[in-house]
C-alpha cells in the first residue's frame, strides 16, 4: 500500500525539474531506426512461446478542431468519410497482418481506442472495427477484459456511448481540461457544461464501470479562483477516475503551442497553487492519489490494484492488467513485448505507402538489453509500489543489487535526507513527499538520462 501525499511547497520547488512521465523504460527518445520490421516480426514471434495475453491500442488520427495545448498525433480534418475510409481500409489490413504473427491461443484482455478522436469514425465504422478486430484476434470474454475509449463530448453523437458499451467498452474517459470560457477560448476548445454533463449521464446509464476525466492545470488565463470552480463542478460530477495533467508548454516541439503566448500562462507560484487546491480538494471530496496525476474513487479498481500491489504503468498510464503484450495498431501507435518497443509510422502518407506495399508500417523501436530490463523493473515499482526490495530484484536478474547500483543508491542519499524516500538497508521506500516526485526518484536509475533529458524534450516534474 502506498503512503499517502504531501505537500511541501518548498520542495517541490526544489525539484521542479524536467523530467520523462516513465509510460516506458526507457522512453521512446531511445527509439530508434536500427530497429526494423523484421526484428518487431521476431520478437513477436518469440513472445507467442511465453503466451502472455494481449493488450491492443488503436489509432484514430483526426479531430474537427485544434486545440492549442494538444501534443498527440492528429490531424485536423472535416473531410470525415473521405479521411476515415480510406484510413480504416489500411487499418483493417494492418489487423490482419498483426494478427497473423500472434498465435490465436493468445486471449486479449486489454483493448484501447485513442486519437486523436475515436469518435470522429461514425457509429457503423466503430461497430465495424469492433467486428473486424474479434475476427483476427481472440477477444476474452466479458469479465475478464478491459476495453477502454477516449472520446471527446464536443464530438459524439446521441446513441453513441450506449453503442460502445454494447460493442464491449466498459472504461470511457471524457476529455475536460477547464471548464472556464476564458480558459477555453485561450486554448480553442469551446465546451459546454451541459456537453459534459449529457455524455457522463448517457455513460451513467448505458452501465460502463469507470467514468474518466481529463483536466489540465498550467493552462492560459487560469488563476487559483478559476480553477477552484472548475474542480468543484468536476466534483459534483463524481467521475470515478480523475487525471490532472500539467500542461508541458513546448513550443519548439509541439507547433500547436505556437498559438498560446506564454504570458497568458499562469506563472509557476499559481501552478504550484493550483496542484496544491488540486490534491487538497479531491483528497476531501474523498478521491485517492494513485500517482503521477491520477485520482479515484476508493472502490475503482486502480486503487484495489494499488492495495494489493498489482497496478501498472503503461502508455496509457496506470493500468490494473499486468503482463500483457500491446500491440499498436494505425499511424504512430506504440508496441510492447517483454524485449522490445516498436512504433509505427507517424505521418499518413508514409502509414499508407508501408500498408500499400504490403508491410508492416514500423518506423522505428527499442530492443531492451539486459540492464534496460532491470531498471524497467525499479522504475516500475517505485511507480506502481512505492517500494523496491533488494532482495527480491536480485532474485529476479540473478544480481547483488546493492554492488549493481552502487552509484545509483549514493545519487539517492540527498533524495533520503530531503525525505522524499527512505533509503533501508535493504530497500527503498517512496515517502509521502517523494510520491508527488516520483519522476525525480526514478530519474536516478534511468541510464539515459544524463545524456537526454534536457527542457527540450521533457515535460516539467510539476
Ligand atoms: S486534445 Fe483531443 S480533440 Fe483536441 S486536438 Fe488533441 S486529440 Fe484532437
Same mark, same amino acid.
Given at each position: 500500500? %502506498?503512503?499517502?501525499?504531501?505537500?511541501?511547497?518548498?520542495?517541490?520547488?526544489?525539484?521542479?525539474?524536467?523530467?520523462? #512521465?516513465?509510460?516506458?523504460?526507457?522512453?521512446?527518445?531511445?527509439?530508434? =531506426?536500427?530497429?526494423?520490421?523484421?526484428? *518487431?516480426?521476431?520478437?513477436?514471434?518469440?513472445?507467442?512461446?511465453?503466451?502472455?495475453?494481449?493488450? %491492443?491500442?488503436?489509432?484514430?488520427?483526426?479531430?474537427?478542431?485544434?486545440?492549442?495545448?494538444?501534443?498527440?498525433?492528429?490531424?485536423?480534418? =472535416?473531410? /470525415?468519410?473521405?479521411?476515415?475510409?480510406?484510413?480504416?481500409? #489500411?487499418?483493417?489490413?494492418?489487423?490482419?497482418?498483426?494478427?497473423?504473427?500472434?498465435?490465436?491461443?493468445?486471449?486479449?484482455?486489454?483493448?484501447?481506442?485513442?486519437?486523436?478522436?475515436?469518435?470522429?469514425?461514425?457509429?457503423?465504422?466503430?461497430?465495424?472495427? $469492433?467486428?473486424?478486430?474479434?475476427?483476427?484476434?481472440?477477444?476474452?470474454?466479458?469479465?475478464?477484459?478491459?476495453?477502454?475509449? /477516449?472520446?471527446?463530448?464536443?464530438?459524439?453523437?446521441?446513441?453513441? +456511448?450506449?453503442?460502445?458499451?454494447?460493442?464491449?467498452?466498459?472504461?470511457?474517459?471524457?476529455?475536460?481540461?477547464?471548464?472556464?470560457?476564458?480558459?477555453?477560448?485561450?486554448?480553442?476548445?469551446?465546451?459546454?457544461?451541459?456537453?459534459? $454533463?449529457?455524455?457522463?449521464?448517457?455513460?451513467?446509464?448505458?452501465?460502463?464501470?469507470?467514468?474518466?476525466?481529463?483536466? +489540465? *492545470?498550467?493552462?492560459?488565463?487560469?488563476?487559483?479562483?478559476?480553477?477552484?470552480?472548475?474542480? @468543484?463542478?468536476?466534483?459534483?460530477?463524481?467521475?470515478?477516475?480523475?487525471?490532472?495533467?500539467? *500542461?508541458? =508548454?513546448?513550443?519548439?516541439?509541439?507547433?500547436?503551442?505556437?498559438?498560446?503566448?506564454?504570458?497568458?500562462?499562469?506563472?509557476?507560484?499559481?501552478?504550484?497553487?493550483?496542484?496544491?487546491?488540486?490534491?487538497?480538494?479531491?483528497?476531501?471530496?474523498?478521491?485517492?492519489?494513485?500517482?503521477?496525476? =491520477?485520482?479515484?474513487?476508493?472502490?475503482?479498481?486502480?486503487?484495489?490494484?494499488? /492495495?494489493?500491489?498489482?497496478?501498472?504503468?503503461?502508455?496509457?498510464?496506470?493500468?490494473?492488467?499486468?503482463?500483457?503484450?500491446?500491440?499498436?495498431?494505425? $499511424?504512430?501507435?506504440?508496441?510492447?513485448?517483454?524485449?522490445?518497443?516498436?512504433?509505427?509510422?507517424?505521418? /499518413?502518407?508514409?502509414?499508407?505507402?508501408?500498408?500499400?506495399?504490403?508491410?508492416?508500417?514500423?518506423?522505428?523501436?527499442?530492443?531492451?538489453?539486459?540492464? @534496460?530490463?532491470?531498471? #524497467?523493473?525499479?522504475?516500475?515499482?517505485?511507480?506502481?509500489?512505492?517500494?523496491?526490495?533488494?532482495?527480491?530484484?536480485?532474485?529476479?536478474?540473478?544480481?547483488?543489487?546493492?554492488? *549493481?547500483?552502487?552509484?545509483?543508491? +549514493?545519487?539517492?542519499?540527498?533524495?533520503?535526507?530531503?525525505?522524499?524516500?527512505?533509503?533501508?538497508?535493504?530497500?527503498?521506500?517512496?515517502?509521502?513527499?517523494?510520491?508527488?516526485?516520483?519522476?525525480?526518484?526514478?530519474?536516478?536509475?534511468?541510464?539515459?538520462?544524463?545524456?537526454?533529458?534536457?527542457?527540450?524534450?521533457?515535460?516539467?516534474?510539476?
Amino acid at each position: 500500500m %502506498l503512503p499517502s501525499i504531501q505537500f511541501d511547497s518548498k520542495m517541490l520547488k526544489k525539484y521542479d525539474t524536467f523530467g520523462p #512521465r516513465y509510460t516506458s523504460y526507457p522512453t521512446a527518445i531511445q527509439f530508434n =531506426h536500427d530497429f526494423t520490421r523484421d526484428d *518487431y516480426q521476431n520478437e513477436v514471434r518469440l513472445s507467442n512461446s511465453a503466451g502472455r495475453p494481449l493488450s %491492443l491500442y488503436f489509432h484514430i488520427p483526426y479531430c474537427k478542431s485544434l486545440c492549442f495545448f494538444c501534443a498527440c498525433n492528429k490531424i485536423i480534418t =472535416h473531410s /470525415e468519410t473521405a479521411r476515415t475510409v480510406p484510413y480504416l481500409e #489500411r487499418l483493417y489490413t494492418e489487423i490482419k497482418m498483426q494478427s497473423e504473427l500472434v498465435d490465436d491461443s493468445r486471449s486479449t484482455t486489454q483493448l484501447h481506442l485513442g486519437g486523436g478522436t475515436p469518435t470522429y469514425l461514425s457509429d457503423d465504422q466503430l461497430s465495424e472495427l $469492433m467486428s473486424v478486430t474479434a475476427e483476427h484476434f481472440n477477444l476474452a470474454p466479458e469479465g475478464q477484459r478491459e476495453f477502454s475509449i /477516449e472520446v471527446d463530448p464536443r464530438a459524439v453523437r446521441d446513441n453513441t +456511448i450506449a453503442l460502445l458499451y454494447d460493442l464491449g467498452f466498459s472504461r470511457i474517459s471524457f476529455g475536460v481540461q477547464d471548464l472556464n470560457e476564458k480558459v477555453q477560448q485561450g486554448v480553442n476548445r469551446i465546451q459546454t457544461y451541459d456537453q459534459n $454533463m449529457r455524455v457522463i449521464e448517457a455513460a451513467r446509464s448505458s452501465g460502463y464501470e469507470s467514468i474518466s476525466l481529463d483536466l +489540465i *492545470y498550467g493552462l492560459p488565463f487560469q488563476t487559483l479562483e478559476s480553477f477552484g470552480h472548475t474542480l @468543484d463542478s468536476i466534483i459534483a460530477m463524481k467521475p470515478d477516475r480523475l487525471a490532472v495533467y500539467n *500542461y508541458a =508548454h513546448m513550443p519548439h516541439r509541439v507547433k500547436a503551442q505556437k498559438l498560446i503566448k506564454q504570458e497568458d500562462l499562469p506563472d509557476p507560484v499559481t501552478r504550484l497553487s493550483i496542484l496544491e487546491l488540486t490534491i487538497h480538494r479531491l483528497q476531501e471530496a474523498g478521491y485517492i492519489y494513485i500517482g503521477m496525476d =491520477h485520482f479515484a474513487l476508493p472502490d475503482d479498481d486502480l486503487v484495489k490494484a494499488m /492495495e494489493t500491489g498489482t497496478l501498472q504503468r503503461n502508455f496509457q498510464g496506470y493500468s490494473t492488467h499486468a503482463d500483457t503484450d500491446m500491440i499498436g495498431m494505425g $499511424m504512430t501507435s506504440i508496441g510492447k513485448t517483454d524485449n522490445c518497443y516498436s512504433q509505427n509510422q507517424r505521418y /499518413e502518407k508514409a502509414y499508407f505507402q508501408a500498408i500499400d506495399g504490403r508491410q508492416l508500417p514500423i518506423m522505428q523501436g527499442y530492443q531492451l538489453t539486459f540492464d @534496460d530490463k532491470v531498471r #524497467r523493473e525499479i522504475i516500475q515499482r517505485l511507480m506502481c509500489q512505492g517500494v523496491v526490495e533488494f532482495e527480491s530484484v536480485s532474485q529476479q536478474f540473478n544480481i547483488e543489487f546493492n554492488h *549493481y547500483f552502487a552509484e545509483e543508491l +549514493i545519487l539517492l542519499k540527498p533524495l533520503a535526507e530531503d525525505e522524499l524516500i527512505q533509503l533501508q538497508e535493504h530497500r527503498i521506500v517512496i515517502l509521502p513527499l517523494g510520491r508527488l516526485l516520483l519522476r525525480n526518484i526514478a530519474m536516478v536509475f534511468d541510464i539515459y538520462r544524463p545524456r537526454t533529458v534536457t527542457d527540450q524534450l521533457f515535460s516539467k516534474v510539476i
